[in-house]
């Protein structure tokens, strides 16, 4: 599959703008099965920045609220502080271009960045309304993080735990920090206020360093294409226009468990 022409109305073309214009997508009822028709009517906003060759990119769109689409753009809070070769810059300071410092001892430079608003009582198509994660210091080991630290409800971060070496006879997984709450080390916690969440994505698919914490940027994952229609796949690839298709993510740098995998584990 590739990727169709970026539509100029909606994506800003001049290098490192910060200027967005905005042009909603609409579906046809009958191009899409019910449960995603239904999506026309709950919409988002989708902020996203990317790299054009040497220049920085960026763009707005309204779209359909799908749980699909939200999950590439909610991983960090504001505040988070991501190491690059630089030094650590708040997640919301990254420009695309920048290069991260990976868990590995590698770099990688940083293609894309997306955000959107977690809105309390806001309609949701999610079966349960998201949550942020409240990371307590040194619930991972010292210094992971330093200080308490709250992230998106999406992220994951990489575990050694001998625990799965047992069971899945690998030496590392990316596991949801969600499956990790305890109301101790990891807290969950209901925003109170509009929250601006963010997601990275790298050239690659990498774990970086955030706030101490060895975390995955964004890849799809093998599961998308399967729950996105052909018309919603075009819009999910308009997100990241510096790529043609799903391919182009890579590989998944660690396998993932899912939450109930964690829940069974331990």
Not at 42 to 65: C, K, N, Q, Y
Request: contains cysteine; negative net charge; aromatic residues 8%.
């Amino acid at each position: 599959m590739t990727n169709p022409q970026p539509n100029h109305d909606a994506f800003s073309t001049r290098p490192t703008s910060r200027l967005r214009s905005e042009q909603a997508w609409t579906v046809r009822r009958n191009s899409v099965p019910a449960p995603q028709a239904r999506t026309a009517r709950l919409t988002r906003r989708f902020e996203i920045e990317w790299l054009d060759g040497d220049s920085v990119m960026d763009g707005v769109h309204v779209a359909p609220a799908l749980p699909v689409f939200e999950k590439a753009f909610g991983a960090f809070t504001h505040g988070v502080l991501i190491q690059t070769t630089e030094g650590p810059v708040a997640v919301e300071d990254l420009i695309p271009g920048m290069h991260l410092e990976c868990a590995n001892g590698r770099t990688s430079r940083l293609m894309w960045k997306g955000s959107i608003m977690v809105v309390p009582n806001a309609p949701t198509l999610n079966d349960e309304p998201d949550r942020l994660y409240r990371v307590m210091p040194d619930a991972f080991g010292l210094g992971r993080p330093v200080q308490d630290q709250t992230f998106g409800p999406h992220v994951r971060r990489l575990d050694r735990d001998p625990k799965i070496r047992a069971s899945l006879g690998t030496e590392r997984a990316l596991v949801p920090l969600s499956a990790l709450a305890d109301g101790n080390a990891v807290i969950e916690v209901t925003p109170m206020s509009p929250t601006r969440v963010y997601h990275l994505a790298c050239e690659d698919h990498a774990t970086i360093l955030a706030a101490g914490l060895e975390v995955e940027t964004y890849h799809p994952g093998p599961e998308t294409p399967l729950s996105l229609s052909e018309e919603m796949m075009a819009h999910f690839l308009r997100f990241f226009p510096y790529i043609r298709s799903l391919r182009d993510f890579g590989r998944l740098s660690a396998p993932r468990l899912t939450r109930d995998d964690v829940l069974s584990l331990y």
